[in-house]
């Protein structure tokens, strides 16, 4: 290394050198989390090189993973129903059958469950955590089994960033510091729709890039336990997405928490969303669309880490339908 340095000032290479050491000095570490106890999206692996290039292109950032443990049971689905036509004894048997598989499935389950738990104990001890600047949940889901999940929490509220997207607002809903450091957590979703959010704040620096009537088609979550008095609504919806009854339906925001930040979008379910590349013929979203999202994301990203800067302050959004009994049911 010594030799390679002194060969750069040599060449009179100096001035091209020292700003690339620059920018790697002031690039803040995040680490990625992708681990579900619960349902996985086939889109993590896309979020995982879609991060991790975003940082590198950017210079903004480093990325480390927490990945999956291998070996997650695949649940055996729901209890089976009779079909029309089925004998009693056909429909006892596949009765049988899944009593069968939900038993081994609980077993293995279980067992997984503990292999998380030590992965989680090493990946994420408090003593690794705080070697990082900011943590980023990329559509995890479930009890992520952290061994200090308050003072993860502390982290945070210490000045560490916090970014989340899409399902990473379906994790940990029994633990409710998490949900309440979030600012909101997952209720339900319907089908698959395009929608046209508003931009609440278009000089904040996660949306200032998205066009008037930025459409985007993905898997929408209704929101619950959304605080308005505590987030600074980015994008929302004036109506459900899917069924366009009247309400609140929050999409992405931010906020503060103590010293950090958090920066949250539910979007990113799809691959096409994540990623420009991704196959031309399964898409239903153009490659600009996910440009722009990256750019949401990128920029989240380096709000939370303090490197742009841009409002946190409650903007008067109301409170999300999502609370309401009935709704999305």
Same mark, same amino acid.
């Given at each position: 290394m010594r030799f390679l340095t002194l060969s750069f000032l040599l060449a009179g290479s100096f001035l091209t050198w020292a700003p690339q050491q620059a920018s790697a000095e002031a690039a803040k570490?995040?680490?990625?989390?992708?681990?579900?106890?619960s349902f996985r999206h086939s889109s993590i692996e896309t979020a995982e090189k879609v991060l991790a290039q975003l940082g590198a292109d950017s210079g903004a950032f480093t990325v480390d993973f927490v990945h999956q443990p291998e070996g997650q049971p695949k649940s055996p689905g729901r209890p089976p129903e009779a079909k029309p036509k089925e004998s009693p004894e056909a429909f006892k048997a596949r009765q049988s059958a899944y009593s069968e598989a939900l038993a081994a499935f609980n077993q293995a389950q279980g067992e997984f469950q503990e292999k998380v738990r030590a992965y989680m104990a090493e990946q994420m001890s408090m003593e690794r955590l705080k070697q990082y600047d900011g943590f980023i949940f990329a559509n995890t889901t479930g009890n992520l089994m952290l061994p200090d999940p308050e003072g993860f929490i502390g982290l945070i509220e210490g000045g560490k960033a916090f970014i989340a997207m899409h399902s990473g607002s379906d994790t940990y809903h029994d633990f409710r510091p998490y949900s309440a450091? *979030? /600012?909101?957590?997952?209720?339900?979703?319907?089908?698959?729709?395009?929608v046209t959010p508003t931009i609440h704040d278009p000089q904040h620096p996660a949306v200032s890039h998205l066009p008037e009537g930025w459409t985007v088609f993905d898997e929408i979550y209704i929101i619950k336990t959304y605080d308005p008095s505590k987030t600074h609504g980015l994008l929302g919806l004036k109506a459900h997405p899917n069924e366009g009854t009247p309400g609140y339906y929050p999409v992405s925001w931010c906020k503060q928490v103590g010293q950090g930040r958090v920066f949250y979008t539910s979007l990113g379910h799809r691959e096409d969303v994540w990623d420009a590349e991704w196959n031309p013929d399964q898409r239903k979203n153009d490659p600009e669309i996910a440009k722009q999202y990256q750019q949401h994301i990128l920029k989240g990203i380096q709000w939370? *880490? /303090?490197?742009?800067?841009g409002s946190a302050q409650p903007n008067g959004m109301p409170p999300s339908a999502g609370d309401e009994p009935d709704a999305a049911q």
């Open positions: 570490k995040l680490l990625v989390v992708t681990v579900t106890t450091t *979030l /600012g909101g957590e997952f209720k339900t979703h319907k089908a698959q729709v395009a939370a *880490l /303090g490197q742009l800067e």
